[in-house]
């Protein structure tokens, strides 16, 4: 049974390989037997979590890009197929959130920033987009391969305050869903596309907007807990196994989908 779950031989990408989501789920992958490059803009977070890895027993190596230029993802994909000579798994956790697009409780709607909305679209779609052209393209030359999308529970359903990001969210689903139906019918059934949808996991980008300065939780923090069947947020680790049985052998014949790991909260209604 344990075979089904081994990664050993295969090679993975995690864009935004140097968060705290991105860079648990790269660690797991490593101990699952995969080759990582660990992708991301900061160069001291990509080559502390390659020291992990190594530290561990697995082999990593910092990719330093960002997945908006293209030129910087051909770049990490020439230095992985000269190191390796081949791309399995494609993690893309690159993403995130901005003030401009986000609609404070004393703002509306029109109130919006155009410019932050855009950037936050791109990120988080072409952010997805990108990388998988580029880094997609040795497994559909090979026929081959899996892809695990980022999204998250604000793709599903209305979540105050934060259209730019629901709505980025939301496209990747789409994607996610478009790519694999693509990607089966074209070149048969080695190649496969899913999602990953976290609830709500304490980041860099929102801790402020769920944990006070003491760690206790702001009231949208409170919301949010009372909202999630099992009254807590996740922890990063807990992404590892889905996303270790979406890029192994185990889920060979699950493609299109998109798996919540929310502790409930996408489940329950509020009542």
């Not at 230095?79 to 690159?94: F, H, T």
């Not at 478009?178 to 990607?183: G, I, K, R, S, Y």
Request: proline share 2%.
């Amino acid at each position: 049974m344990n075979n089904l779950f081994d990664l050993s031989g295969k090679v993975a990408i995690v864009t935004g390989g140097t968060g705290v989501l991105g860079g648990a789920m790269a660690k797991g992958l490593a101990a699952a037997g995969a080759k990582v490059g660990i992708l991301g803009r900061s160069e001291d977070s990509a080559k502390q979590n390659v020291k992990d890895i190594e530290d561990s027993g697995g082999e990593a190596v910092p990719l330093i890009a960002d997945v908006l230029v293209k030129a910087d993802l051909e770049a990490a994909r020439d230095k992985i197929m000269d190191k390796w000579g081949r791309i399995d798994i494609l993690v893309n956790a690159a993403g995130g959130n901005m003030a401009g697009a986000t609609i404070n409780p004393d703002q509306s709607f029109l109130d919006l920033d155009d410019e932050a909305l855009e950037n936050v679209m791109d990120l988080n779609f072409f952010g997805t987009y990108h990388p998988t052209k580029v880094f997609g393209e040795d497994m559909i030359k090979n026929e081959r391969g899996s892809i695990v999308h980022i999204s998250s529970m604000a793709a599903d359903r209305a979540i105050t305050r934060v259209l730019g990001y629901s709505a980025a969210k939301s496209a990747v689903d789409n994607f996610t869903k478009f790519l694999a139906t693509e990607l089966a019918i074209k070149y048969g059934d080695g190649l496969r596309v899913n999602a990953i949808a976290p609830g709500f996991f304490i980041g860099e980008q929102n801790r402020d907007l769920l944990l006070n300065e003491d760690g206790s939780l702001t009231e949208r923090g409170q919301t949010i807990v009372d909202n999630t069947p099992m009254k807590r947020f996740g922890e990063k680790e807990e992404l590892i196994g889905t996303v270790v049985w979406l890029a192994s052998e185990a889920s060979k014949f699950v493609t299109g989908t998109v798996i919540p790991v929310d502790g409930g909260f996408s489940a329950y209604s509020g009542v």
